[in-house]
């Protein structure tokens, strides 16, 4: 009829006025986030162009807003006196769990954890690093990926660390943040001073020298190998044969073949009383050579993860864990 | 009032129209009892081997001195105290599942029943959840008893929620509950390890369905709940061969199909709420082996029973060994491997044009 007729009439004018209203209203454009206003001239140094895992990333001037992805990132920087205003961990839902995985990290920071900057899928969120209008950002592969990492881009200047199946040279790192940031020097002195650290460390263990060291963790009825860390060798000690290549995260090793544990010395974890009890009531666990010698010591699983992602500050603390039980072992007073 | 789909019965249509008569594979009595002690034989040998061979490449003769003299020091050790109990624990968790199965085929009358249609698995899964979460169990011995309680608990619910209504425990209505509550708890646990991935690491693996470190200790207390399951299904085994023609023509025969209902899924329950308390949810074993005993003998249940106590051990011996050499130095849970095993011959069974009815 007539009515119903102009009803629909009214209807779709009502809608397509408001579809082109939000239309209209989603296009708008918004000012894109401010980078660092330019003040005066360059400083010295910059503009300083670095490569990065997603090309070339250039910097013209030193940054004073600094978002960082990666505790680990957090550790580098401390080293050479830089402090970003924001960064979050890897995925941990807070600051408590951040440093309960990352306890090294405390008290290296001022700028504010923010655990938003990391989406459920474990990737850099634009829209959260944009909220801290930074004018660097730093972050890895796996969360800065090529989309992101044209986000993030059009944001400020991106520096994503360059990965190889090696895994991460903290060094090489460290040097490219120093460059980033102007703080050259500062990033030599510290790799220098982590240098000094495990020369001291070799030092202290010259019963060790050459030793085979094995790490693994008993997880569900089966032992683990561990990477062979690159701090490994810088103790002077070498990896057992079985443990796994940098790049690899662990090897499962079935309990039947625990003989296969036999570095001469030898780091376990367990994660339960039960588990700890279970392994020392195997009769072959006895006859391990570094039970036999009383090498083999229980350790945290924390001292594993700071070898992951090494840097100053993780060394250091893992250094302060291992060096009193390796230094006091049997090996090394020369009683092998 | 038909209950119930109508099962399939042996004989289909051929070319000309007339019945073809589908043989089972051994066809009288005699051939079958030949067939049985066959499938005793290949058994015996799967469990030899499964003591022989493992992760660790032990030479026969160090094997068979082992046996004779058990010194309870390194390779001795490792063929006694790990995998003479992880073998016997194949056995009887491969007879419970099996057994499980080829009961619960026979009570729904469908074809692609497995134990976990009553929920079990979910049961189990969904209780073991509750024990990390809130009692901070960490260990299978702590796991044990939380599956077995899940299991029996929620089977109990199944029962009673396809149960209402008249008609009592239709196998259609346990079924659907059994799914739907499955699907619910199951939802449950993925939302638990979704906001707390740590406390359910261990999980992961025990979900997978694995028969690493299971000694003594955590076999012998199920155990006695595994012979009672074996015991009930050997009592209603008569009463399923009635059952398998429809419930209202078993009743004319004289079956007493609320019995046997009750007795089917309480032996159910304590096989499979058993095995997966022992060794977590391991699939298609219960799904595949009734079916492949069917092939072999015919709908007669008694002997369908009999040779799935036989095959479904085999097939967890076999996975299991396959999943300890494959992966050297390390192992595959033996779940993981009747997943692989099992979906193609699944794909097989279902392509069968002769696929035997119930």
Known sequence: ?336 | MVSGTHAPTAPGPGANGAPVERRPVASSNSRRFLGLLVAVAVLVVLALVSVAVGSKNIPLTVVLAALADHTGQGDAYVVWDMRIPRTVTGLCVGIALGVAGALIQALTRNPLADPGILGVNAGASFAVALGVAVFGVSSISGYVWFAFAGALIVTVAVYVIGSAGRGGADPVQLTLAGVALGAVLGGIVTAMVLLDPQAFDRMRTWNAGSIVGRGWDILLPVLPFLGIGVVLSVVAATALNAIALGDDLARSLGANVTRTRIIVIVAVTLLAGGATAIAGPIGFVGLMIPHIARWLTGPDQRWILAYTMVLAPSLVLAADILGRIVNRPGEFPVGIVTAIVGAPVLIVLVRRRRASGL
């Not at chain 1, 690159?230 to 940098?246: H, K």
């Not at chain 1, 039947?256 to 072959?284: C, H, K, V, W």
Request: aromatic letters at 8%; one cysteine or more.
């Open chain 1, 1 to 336: 009829m007539n009515t119903s007729i102009r009803r629909r009439r009214t209807a779709t004018v009502v809608a397509a006025s408001l579809g082109a209203t939000l239309f209209l209203a989603g296009c708008g454009s918004s000012d894109e986030p401010a980078g660092a206003d330019p003040s005066g001239s360059g400083s010295e140094g910059y503009p300083v162009t670095v490569d990065s895992a997603h090309g070339e990333v250039t910097v013209d001037q030193e940054p004073e807003r600094i978002v960082v992805i990666g505790t680990d990132i957090i550790d580098l920087l401390h080293s050479i006196d830089v402090q970003p205003v924001a960064f979050s961990g890897y995925g941990d839902p807070d600051e408590e769990a951040m440093l309960a995985a990352y306890p090294w990290v405390t008290g290296l920071y001022t700028g504010q954890f923010d655990a938003t900057l990391v989406t459920a899928e474990y990737k850099a969120d634009p829209e959260a690093i944009a909220l801290h209008e930074p004018d660097l950002i730093i972050g890895t592969p796996y969360y800065i990926e090529e989309q992101q990492y044209e986000q993030l881009s059009a944001i400020a200047p991106t520096y994503v660390v360059p990965s190889s199946s090696a895994g991460w040279e903290w060094t090489d790192t460290l040097s490219a943040l120093g460059n980033l940031t102007g703080k050259s020097e500062e990033a030599t002195q510290a790799i220098a001073a982590v240098e000094d650290e495990f020369t001291a460390a070799r030092d202290r263990l010259t019963g060790l020298q050459g030793s085979t060291l094995s790490i693994a963790d008993y997880w569900d009825g089966s032992l683990r190998l561990m990477t062979a860390f690159s701090w490994i060798q810088d103790l002077g000690l070498t990896p057992a044969e079985n443990q796994p290549g940098a790049g690899s995260a662990f090897e499962t090793l079935s309990l039947e073949n625990l003989d296969q544990f036999d570095g001469d010395l030898a780091f376990m974890i367990t994660y339960s009383e039960e588990d700890r009890a279970s392994l020392e009531a195997d009769p072959r666990y006895a006859a391990l050579p570094s039970v036999e010698g009383a090498n083999l010591f229980f350790i945290d699983r924390s001292v594993i993860d700071a070898g992951v992602g090494p840097g100053p500050a993780s060394l250091s603390w893992l250094l302060e864990r291992i060096l009193p039980l390796l230094e006091a072992s049997e090996l090394n007073a020369g009683g092998q």
